[in-house]
């Protein structure tokens, strides 16, 4: 009987799939994610379900979107009875960990004390003992997960068990990330202050990956093959790596965005203006922002990449050194993109431009993938069918209801195609923005609608426009395709509404 596969599943935090040397970039170099694309299959057109961290992971997990498996924006909990893959496989005989950012469930203080999250990141740093269910009551199994090393928050300003990990070595760090998890201007800020590399939470993630990896080859899990859940919190915001990658990309040296000079017209968008006007949730999503400000973000955004590509190489590297590379699937992705200065805008947020969307996917399956790019359009939700159907796990044990596509026929083919389209779920709930958008992504098209502004959108020409200026939504001669796409759209979305609860009896 052939020995079943493992598992490694890279995942970083809003890098966008234009930020790596393989893509194409003129700047940013990630040797070893190049590498990685070398031996797979790197795909072009990989668009998230959901531009939310909380809302695409569980997607990524479930099979189904959104508002399938409720968490619908941020700050909403993934049911923890909900099927995951996660547990599929460890009930088929797979040893299950995940080893950083998970967010499965919200990290900031909830609205009300009955709320309670095992991944908040002020009871992971309160100095007291807390109700809430963390550090020696995390539940176990997590989602599937049997065995759980955590890392909540962002760039410097992260809890969870590394901060046990970081009080052993740097006990003066410690408490002054403690006092900055506590603080929302601090967490929802642009930049943070610097942790050195080696305590830096990147460098946890890597060395706990070695560890696992050391732990498997030594037989510490019998027989079971891996599925490890290797998660980096960076590159999102607030952004600070170590000087070492900060030296080697310098504020100065940024090229902006062809598009950077777009705000003014973007404060006419009936939609997105009054947004750019009033900005919520103290900046913290969709914003303007300004060449110095754009210059430097971008630069240590690409220092953060870097950095994370580093400790990307040393567990590649592990894999091969330990004899595992052979049967150990790896793939790499991001939960959701950034702005990174398209039209003077940062962050992620309610706006139909593609820096948010559009992220990175990369696939090595032993014996399958050999390296090629495929411009095939794929999403993050078709993951979790592809992961179990290359594992040759049976049907009937997946996660109920799932509305993945299986891309093993593209791995196979990168010509081939299985989707003609990507469709996007965004919904907002914070503070006083309550909002509804959905995006199609077509091989030509994005169209973008929001709830409540009837007779308007966005239509932009992927392959003629792709800077994004030129909304081709009143234009006359993109009538008919507008009417297709708006079509399209509805009969996506139809498709991907939930049908629970299921039907009890003939009448």
């Known amino acids: ?200 939470n990147t460098t946890y993630v890597k060395q706990r990956a070695l560890a696992f990896l050391d732990r498997f080859a030594e037989g510490k899990y019998g027989e079971k093959p891996f599925y490890l859940h290797c998660s980096f919190p960076d590159p999102h915001y607030p952004i600070y790596p170590d000087q070492k990658f900060q030296k080697i990309y310098r504020p ?67 894999l091969e050194k330990l004899g595992l590379a052979e049967n150990t699937i790896v793939v790499y992705m991001s939960d959701h993109g950034d702005l990174m200065g398209e039209h003077s805008l940062l962050f992620k947020g309610p706006c139909p431009f593609n820096g948010q969307i559009h992220v990175p996917m990369i696939w090595r399956v032993p014996g399958l993938t050999k390296g090629a790019i495929s411009d095939s359009l794929v999403s993050s939700i078709d993951y979790p069918k592809t992961i179990l159907n290359l594992l040759e796990v049976s049907e009937r044990h997946h996660p109920p209801d799932m509305q993945s596509l299986d891309l093993t026929p593209i791995l196979k083919n990168p010509e081939r195609a299985i989707r003609d389209c990507c469709y996007i779920e965004h919904d907002e709930e914070v503070g006083p923005l309550q909002c509804r958008i959905r995006h199609l992504v077509t091989e030509d098209y994005k169209l973008t609608v929001y709830e409540d502004y009837e007779g308007f959108g966005d239509l932009y020409h992927r392959k003629k426009d792709p800077d994004e200026l030129n909304n081709l939504w009143e234009d006359e001669n993109y009538s008919q395709i507008k009417n297709y796409l708006m079509e399209k759209l509805l009969h996506e979305s139809l498709k991907a509404l939930r049908r629970n609860p299921k039907r009890m009896a003939g009448s």
């Open 252 to 318: 100065e040296d940024v090229k902006l965005p062809s598009n950077f000079n777009d705000i003014d017209n973007l404060y006419e968008h009936p939609y997105l203006g009054p947004i750019l006007k009033n900005p919520v949730f103290k900046k913290a999503l969709v914003r303007e922002t300004n060449e110095e400000e754009a210059r430097k973000f971008i630069a240590l955004t690409y220092a953060s990449i870097a950095m994370v590509d580093e400790a990307i190489g040393h567990i590649l590297a592990s």
């Open 1 to 200: 009987m052939p020995e079943k596969k493992n598992v490694l599943f890279l995942i970083t935090d809003a890098h966008r799939a234009d930020f790596m040397s393989c893509a194409g970039h003129p700047e940013l170099k990630t040797p070893n994610l190049d590498r990685l694309a070398k031996d797979g299959v790197r795909f072009t057109n990989h668009f998230c379900t959901n531009p939310m961290c909380l809302p695409n992971r569980a997607s990524m997990v479930t099979g189904v979107y959104p508002n399938v498996h409720g968490v619908r924006s941020n700050g909403i909990n993934l049911d923890e009875d909900r099927s995951t893959i996660i547990q599929t496989l460890r009930k088929r005989g797979w040893h299950t960990a995940a080893i950083g950012k998970i967010h499965h469930q919200y990290w900031i203080a909830p609205f009300k004390r009955k709320y309670t999250s095992a991944e908040d990141i002020v009871s992971w740093s309160a100095e007291k003992k807390t109700n809430d269910p963390v550090k020696d009551r995390f539940p176990s199994p997590y989602y599937g997960y049997e065995e759980v090393e955590l890392v909540v928050g962002n760039g410097s300003i992260c809890s969870g068990h590394y901060m046990d990990w970081l009080e052993e070595r740097a006990p003066e760090y410690a408490k002054r990330v403690k006092k900055q998890c506590l603080n929302y201007d601090y967490l929802f800020s642009l930049f943070c202050d610097e942790i050195p590399a080696k305590y830096y």
